[in-house]
Nanobody, 120 residues
């Protein structure tokens, strides 16, 4: 089976930076897409950033501040967050679309979530 382990969250002051990591382990043949979502209390989960091969997409509120990247050898996706604002406070979840074997279909897997709090 596949497991995703997230790390890097924490408390940071406005204007600060954090780098989130999400490492996938288990049987993995190929990853087609990697993404980061976030959910603040009382709000719907929203897509923050997505990486499909070399194509990136960001929600408007984080463009120019956040960067999604990957390490293919380690099956890991990162989210570099700069110039953080209080409204960035949320639980951040990584999301991977992958197939475990050549003959398998692609399936979606979620990380456990990591808390990011931006406050003075």
């Amino acid at each position: 089976q596949v497991q995703l382990v997230e790390s890097g969250g924490g408390l940071v002051q406005p204007g600060g930076s954090l780098r989130l990591s999400c490492a996938a382990s288990g049987t993995i043949f190929r990853i087609s897409a990697m993404a980061w979502y976030r959910q603040a209390p009382g709000k719907q989960r929203e897509l923050v950033a997505r990486l499909f091969y070399d194509i990136t997409n960001y929600t408007d509120s984080v463009k120019g501040r956040f960067t999604i990247s990957r390490d293919n050898a380690k099956n890991t996706v990162f989210l570099q967050m700069n110039s953080l604002k209080p409204e960035d406070t949320a639980v951040y979840y990584c999301n991977l679309e992958l197939k475990q074997r050549l003959w398998d279909d692609y399936n979606v897997y979620w990380g456990q979530g990591t808390q990011v709090t931006v406050s003075s």
